[in-house]
């Protein structure tokens, strides 16, 4: 395998209780229990699971949101478990995350255009303005936005054009590696399979490190190198996609493939009468 | 798939741009309590800039030979004192105008100060949560145990009286409303997935804060201002009618309904006038707030 980009290993995350005034803590809730996992560079790893088996906690983890209680995580070398807020702050630019809901990843009132552009600024990327208008203008059209939509604000667009617009702002400051966190659940399926699309080009020509967490087995299996299957907190079974999908070998995994609907095609479909319908 | 895409863009490029504010600006003139209200307060502030000119007579202008003369239309009336006079022979609808100033500068300010001071502790309260938000909250819950209006005497007793120890009072006491629905409004917004981006794109907690997360405030607190107005115009006037608000030399609505208290089975005019105008201009702030959060609020459009 190629020199890893991220390398986490028993990496424990709890989320504190609430604590009420004048009352003891409650003891922390562990969500993940010990995961190892490893994304080489260029690598694209799917992390899949029900809802509540961890895979949202693992990635925020791994993108340094969330400290872990115990365990490593080292992303191009580096330590990142251990690093502040202030620490971690020059390390982002490398690390962006696609959103699931566009609409919610994006400040309402902000402009497109505004919202594209301010990290470029923050970062030290460009030099002005006008050089960010170009960047970004290059960056929407690798996207297939037009330019028009800078001006817009985020309900203006459509769904799809929102989502563009999220993977715009993530790949706009040239990162190593991506957090896609169910990024298509919330399109339609002709839009899915355009943002995917668009998601396997940009990693290609980028040669970006993604991870791709998503509970539809059928798109992590059109987009990613390996998975990993995540229940209850634990990773109970990993390697390339074909070999886990086409030989489960733990029966959670099992369970979660035979929760695929299968399409069942029925040849009198198109000839049968809606019930009640004349004849 | 492409063409369609074109066609999409094209349709939304050909659309008008700021459609947002445009939109909230129609929702908000689609309300005829709107442009009532707000048309009255701006004639309220014409009145206060303008209340030289305007006014009739001089407020303080005393003259006890035309002492209570009744309203126009009533019985005695002289031509001139559209409202009648006092027991001094002060023109009643002067002294309303020239209220308006004290009544309105109280409003504005008061409920910027207290909008200021509310805000700013409510966004950091919930926030940053655990320790700030515990000192915070346990403060307001504090605050809010006391009477108001004997605190706020206490405040102007201490200060000694004048529209600045008002508006002080005002301040002290009533940004624990814009606390409480800020902190509330900060912690929804912070939960949001626009701010957890704005971490990942690299941007600081103060920066989060005061760029994402309180424009997204902005319109709750906008109309909390406006309902503040209302709420300060009502405690000036208390404090005016009990005398703890601006000397007597100066016209105030509160000062006006003390005075017209006393003489009111001879001149109810003088008693009646300035509590008409206190009722309506609490009235339209009261509306025109009402008429901007369903205009703005973004939970209440959905």
């Known amino acids: 395998?190629?020199?890893?980009?991220?390398?986490?290993?028993?990496?424990?995350?709890?989320?504190?209780?609430?604590?009420q005034f004048l009352s003891k803590a409650a003891p922390p809730r562990p969500v993940l229990h010990g995961v190892d996992l490893t994304i080489a560079r260029g690598e694209t790893v799917g992390i899949v699971g029900e809802s509540g088996s961890g895979k949202t906690t693992l990635?925020?983890?791994?993108?340094?949101?969330?400290?872990?209680?115990?365990?490593?995580?080292?992303?191009?070398?580096?330590?990142?478990?251990?690093?502040?807020?202030?620490?971690?702050?020059?390390?982002?630019?490398?690390?962006?995350?696609?959103?699931?809901?566009?609409?919610?990843?994006?400040?309402?009132?902000?402009?497109?255009?505004?919202?594209?552009?301010?990290?470029?600024?923050?970062?030290?990327?460009?030099?002005?303005?006008?050089?960010?208008?170009?960047?970004?203008?290059?960056?929407?059209?690798?996207?297939?936005?037009?330019a028009s939509v800078l001006a817009r604000y985020p309900h203006e667009l459509s769904g799809g054009q929102r989502q563009r617009v999220g993977i715009a702002r993530a790949v706009v400051l040239a990162p190593d590696f991506v957090l896609a966190d169910e990024i298509v659940s919330g399109l339609d399926v002709s839009t899915q399979a355009q943002v995917l699309k668009l998601l396997g080009e940009l990693k290609r020509e980028m040669n970006l490190s993604m991870a791709l967490i998503s509970h539809d087995l059928s798109v992590v299996r059109a987009v990613c190198d390996r998975v990993y299957v995540l229940s209850q907190g634990r990773v109970v079974e990993q390697g390339r996609c074909d070999l886990v999908f086409d030989h489960p070998q733990d029966a959670y995994t099992r369970t979660l493939l035979d929760a695929i609907p299968l399409p069942v095609i029925d040849p009198t479909w198109l000839d049968r009468q809606a019930p009640g319908a004349a004849a | 798939m492409a063409e369609v895409a074109l066609n999409h863009d094209a349709a939304v490029a050909a659309g008008p741009p700021k459609l947002r504010r445009r939109s909230a600006l129609r929702a908000l003139l689609a309300q005829p309590k709107v442009v009532f209200a707000g048309g009255f307060i701006v004639l309220l502030i014409l009145l206060a800039l303008f209340a030289p000119v305007i006014a009739p007579h001089d407020p303080l202008d005393q003259d006890l030979l035309s002492g209570t003369l009744p309203p126009a239309g009533f019985a005695g009336a002289q031509p001139g004192y559209w409202l009648g006079t006092d027991d001094l022979g002060r023109d009643v609808l002067s002294r309303l105008i020239?209220?308006?100033?004290?009544?309105?500068?109280?409003?504005?300010?008061?409920?910027?100060?207290?909008?200021?001071?509310?805000?700013?502790?409510?966004?950091?309260?919930?926030?940053?949560?655990?320790?700030?938000?515990?000192?915070?909250?346990?403060?307001?819950?504090?605050?809010?145990?006391?009477?108001?209006?004997?605190?706020?005497?206490?405040?102007?007793?201490?200060?000694?009286?004048?529209?600045?120890?008002?508006i002080v009072a005002i301040a002290i006491i009533d940004w624990t409303r814009f606390a409480r629905v800020v902190r509330a409004e900060t912690m929804a917004q912070a939960k949001a997935d626009y701010v957890v981006a704005a971490r990942v794109l690299g941007f600081g907690r103060l920066a989060i804060l005061f760029r994402e997360i309180l424009p997204n405030v902005a319109p709750v607190l906008l109309a909390l201002v406006t309902l503040e107005m209302g709420i300060a115009v009502i405690v000036e006037a208390i404090l005016s009618f009990v005398g703890l608000s601006v000397s007597s030399d100066t016209p105030t609505w509160g000062g006006m309904i003390a005075q017209g208290r006393q003489i009111i089975y001879q001149a109810w005019w003088v008693f009646a006038a300035p509590l008409a105008?206190?009722?309506?201009?609490?009235?339209?702030?009261?509306?025109?707030?009402?008429?901007?959060?369903?205009a703005l609020d973004p939970v209440m459009q959905r």
């Open chain 1, 59 to 146: 990635g925020r983890a791994l993108i340094g949101l969330l400290r872990p209680v115990s365990g490593s995580i080292r992303f191009d070398g580096r330590e990142i478990a251990e690093l502040g807020e202030a620490a971690m702050r020059p390390l982002r630019r490398r690390m962006q995350m696609i959103f699931q809901d566009p609409m919610s990843s994006l400040n309402p009132r902000r402009t497109i255009g505004r919202t594209l552009t301010a990290p470029l600024l923050l970062h030290g990327l460009v030099d002005n303005r006008a050089a960010a208008r170009r960047r970004i203008e290059m960056t929407l059209e690798r996207v297939g936005l037009p």
């Open chain 1, 1 to 19: 395998m190629a020199e890893a980009l991220i390398d986490a290993r028993a990496v424990v995350v709890a989320y504190a209780a609430r604590r």
């Open chain 2, 98 to 166: 020239y209220g308006t100033r004290v009544a309105l500068t109280v409003a504005f300010v008061a409920a910027f100060a207290a909008a200021l001071l509310g805000t700013v502790l409510g966004l950091f309260a919930g926030f940053y949560g655990g320790a700030v938000d515990a000192i915070v909250s346990r403060l307001v819950e504090i605050w809010m145990a006391f009477p108001p209006v004997l605190l706020s005497i206490l405040i102007v007793a201490i200060m000694g009286s004048g529209v600045r120890s008002v």
């Open chain 2, 277 to 294: 105008a206190l009722f309506a201009t609490v009235l339209a702030f009261n509306q025109l707030g009402d008429g901007l959060r369903r």
